[in-house]
């Protein structure tokens, strides 16, 4: 029984060692069977098919091991008016049953040494068809590619291009591109890296599934100079950047494309606008925000924006709920330089009748603290004087009272404006510091406010000294005791400006 056993397996391991040798033997000769003329005419006339242009190359190889792979060289693409693109080399792993029957499927493709240039259209009229979703027709697109080509892996080597863009005659050149692709099944994968004219360096790496768009994208911009990239893309605005470097990273999670999370953080180190003269390049040193949608519901969560020029820290957050039409904004500033920060605002929002408004009043000056608060039914509706609540201090200010030859300094103390749809009104608290001491209340606009409103917190009084009251009519002035040192509220008899 045993001699039996020991007989059977020394049959089938004489078997299998005859296949194994017959199959080496195939893959040897397999060159021989196969019409590599065919096989070249094959694919000439698929790929030509498939781009809707003309395909050439000088030779094919077909190489066995370690995998079957038919070598492409000296491969060259060419779409009238689009696209002209060479490569030195370029793989096509194939499956191998489907060659021997003449049929090319392949699995992965890889390109080295691409030089060339595309001209980039803007889409005509879509095919007219069912209206679909966005995440419909993203979910459609990745269903075709993975009937398409099934699981097959692209990567590209050493690629410089020129991107053109429509008719236009300015080239965007694109250096040492490195690209790796994995399409469906199995989640789609992405991984891109180069530079070029615009930025010194960019990556983008990401992954998403097919079946319910779950994946990640991350971007890495250094060095990315955006007044050339606007250059190129021949756009043009009032206040379009002349010269700027911006360093950027965003980092997105998509749960679906209705739900998307994400953060930014980076720095600005130079950025000059157009029309920006007699003020410093802005420079941002760093800033981090996090962003996220869901559903109608979007917030930004500004962590910091430390600006060196114009001097000052922001922080804050914004939602919109474009369903509930609600919209609100809280910000936050530190270490306000109020002189610089003047000069950009006037230069970049100073038709606006807020910044206008306030900056008109306060010239100079530093701000420790600064709070803004708005709500409104849509974002136009943001940054009204009258539905906003602005808390913060000042040191050192120079104020310039309206519709008065009058410029006060070394101003110091706490500003407060309530919010009211009743109340058109806004008005500066603060301490005078100047030949005397005294206690200067003034407004932007609205009605004479009551005087026995009184100061709101019970703190510690301070020596008599000038008071200034301003109303439409003028200033008056007495001498009287200052209202409780600190406090954020309203004094005795503050007044109004129409």
Known sequence: MAKGKRSLLK????????LLVLIVVALLLLPRFINMESVRGKILAQVSQQVRGQVDFHRVDLRLFPSIKVVIHGGR???????????????????????????????????????????LRSGGEGRKGPSLSMEEKVKAFLTLLSSKTPGLKVTLKGANLVLYRGGGEK?????GVEAKISLPPGRLKLSVSMTSSVVSS??????????????????????FQLHKLLHWLSLSFPREPTDSLVNLSVSMEFQGLREVKGRLKGSVPRLLLKGQKGIPAIECRSFNAGFSKIGSAWQVILKELALAYPGIRLSGRFFMDSAGESVSLTLKGESVDVSSVRKVALFLAGSHSTVEKIFHIVRAGEVPSIIFEDRASSPKDLGKLESMVIRGSIRNGIIVVPKELLTIKDVGGRVFTPRASSMERVWWVAWVTQDSVGHLETGFKGQRLSSSSGSRCGCRPVPASRYFEASPEGWSSSLRDQPDEGCEGSGPGKAGFG
């Open 11 to 18: 049959i089938l391991a004489a078997v299998v060692g005859a």
């Open 77 to 119: 693409v060419r779409i009238p008016s689009t696209l002209d693109v060479s490569a030195n080399t370029l793989q096509v792993g194939i499956r191998f049953f489907p060659l021997l029957r003449g049929r090319v499927e392949p699995t992965s493709i890889a390109i080295e040494e691409v030089r060339g240039w595309a001209r």
């Open 171 to 175: 080239g965007l050149p694109l250096s």
């Open 202 to 223: 960019l990556k983008v790496g990401g992954w998403l599934e097919p079946e319910d768009l779950k994946g990640e994208l991350d971007v890495d911009l250094g060095g």
